[in-house]
């Protein structure tokens, strides 16, 4: 076994290295402590392996003696999930689409991979779209794309890379589609909690601007989807109203495109819904997601039946080897059991909320950042500048606080469901000290 003080010189021989310093201890790690094998340090885990980790270390309830022997024999054998069945595939599939999926959506996907999972979203719409204005069958897609925002992260796949737009390192140099892309009309609170900024004014512009894009020579009679994520995470934490996303539900039954949500990062309880569409009341035709679910895929509504030979009929139009992982799916599962079992969602709506409201008082005790928002586990801040945001991360990890950056100046945490309200104190205690006029 190599010792853990060697674990970055041995990865940095063979890849690149640069992730955390710690190195993850999977047995001594417990709830919302991830213990570093390496210093013997517990960090407080605010960033839950970017929001794909729900229910905190060592859950007790995971160590119940079925699920330990059902993950056993599925991790033993890989299976080609796609093309050969499994009682535990049955399972879990009969789980996630009725206790979780909402009523309403009778097709599901499943693939490794979030970026996987939105694409597979978008090749929906263009199936869907291409059959509607009657392409060739064997044709290309003729100009067919998908319409999205500034500020958007997909993924790193393919067609997500025509559409994340954060990090400019993260496409640059690869080829990619020219696809409209719109403004975001994100929300701002002051620390109230109630709307500060001129939104109605933003999202009429974007709305224009959606206008433009379906005239547009370039892409006319070609949008086959509007996509966006309903709380955009890595683009800043920007939260929209739900008449806004209403607008789009209207857009894309007027024009006929598709209304794609990704929710890769928001999805599977972290809101304190199963999903964050379900806040906003907007419903969508297809929903990606990722992450927290383990598995990744899409569910989709009956609107793909307005075309017969959709992807979710003919065989192999979207497809993969693995068709997710059994292994994943096992352990979603048992996520799904222990959320309910231990009314998680309500616990992370409480917790999230106590937590909100700690970091407005001390935004207004202390003035260093602003714009407190979140939903659930989902919370963020903004800071006057990049440097004073890093500056502050630096700090928090060095008070053994693991977080986020987002976007330009936002520092976000993604919540840990099991958190209760004495650790979001303390987390908040930590905070307090680390913010850039205490370091
Ligand atoms: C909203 C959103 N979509 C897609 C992805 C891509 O997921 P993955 O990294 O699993 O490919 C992410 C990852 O951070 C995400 O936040």
Same mark, same amino acid.
């Given at each position: 076994m190599i010792d853990p003080s060697q674990v970055h010189s041995t990865l940095s021989r063979h890849q690149l290295a640069d992730g955390y310093s710690v190195v993850m201890d999977l047995e001594r790690s417990r709830g919302i402590y991830l213990h570093d094998a390496h210093s013997g340090d517990d960090y407080m885990d605010l960033f839950t392996s970017f929001a794909s980790w729900p229910i905190g270390y060592g859950h007790? &309830?995971?160590a119940d003696e079925a699920f330990q022997r059902d993950l056993a024999v599925v991790a033993s054998t890989k299976v080609a999930n796609s093309d050969l069945y499994t009682t535990y595939m049955a399972e879990f599939v009969e789980a996630f689409s009725t206790r979780v999926t909402p009523e309403g959506y009778p097709h599901h996907f499943w693939v490794s991979g979030g970026a996987?999972?939105?694409e597979n979203a978008l090749k929906v719409a263009f199936d869907w779209k291409a059959h509607k204005i009657g392409l060739n069958k064997i044709g290309d897609g003729e100009g067919l794309c998908a319409l999205h925002f500034e500020g958007a992260f997909h993924g790193r796949t393919g067609y997500t890379m025509s559409l994340t737009n954060t990090d400019p390192r993260k496409v640059a140099l690869f080829p990619k589609f020219d696809w409209p892309r719109v403004s975001a009309p994100a929300v701002e609170v002051d620390l109230q909690g109630h709307v500060?900024?001129?939104?109605?004014? &933003?999202?009429a512009q974007t709305l224009?601007?959606?206008d433009a894009a379906f005239a547009d020579p370039r892409y006319k009679d070609r949008i086959a989807c509007i996509v966006i994520e309903p709380l955009q995470g890595e683009g800043g934490d920007n939260h929209f109203r739900p008449e806004f996303l209403g607008s789009l539900r209207k857009i894309c039954d007027e024009r006929e495109a598709l209304l794609i949500f990704d929710e890769v990062q928001t999805g599977f309880f972290g809101s304190g819904k199963a999903w964050l569409w379900q806040h906003h009341g907007v419903a969508?035709?297809?929903v990606a997601f990722g992450k927290k679910t383990q598995v990744c895929g899409i569910y989709a509504n009956s609107r793909v039946d307005e075309v017969p030979e959709n992807v979710f009929r003919v065989s192999s139009r979207i497809n993969s080897t693995w068709g997710g992982n059994l292994v994943d799916m096992v352990r979603c599962k048992r996520f799904i059991e222990i959320i309910e079992a231990e009314n998680l969602a309500a616990n992370i709506t409480r917790v999230g909320q106590v937590f909100l409201e700690g970091l407005r008082t001390i935004a207004q005790d202390q003035g260093h950042f602003a714009n407190v928002r979140g939903c659930g586990s989902l919370v963020a801040f903004t800071?006057?500048?990049?440097?004073?945001?890093?500056?502050?991360?630096?700090?928090?990890?060095?008070?053994?606080?693991m977080a986020l950056s987002s976007g330009k100046r936002t520092l976000r945490f993604r919540l840990p469901l099991v958190m209760t309200a004495a650790e979001a104190g303390e987390a908040l205690t930590r905070i307090a000290d680390s913010t850039p006029a205490r370091v």
């Open positions: 007790p &309830l995971m996987l999972a939105v500060s900024n001129d939104v109605a004014a &933003l999202e224009a601007e959606i969508p035709d297809v800071l006057a500048s990049v440097s004073l945001r890093d500056e502050m991360l630096e700090a928090l990890y060095a008070k053994k606080v």
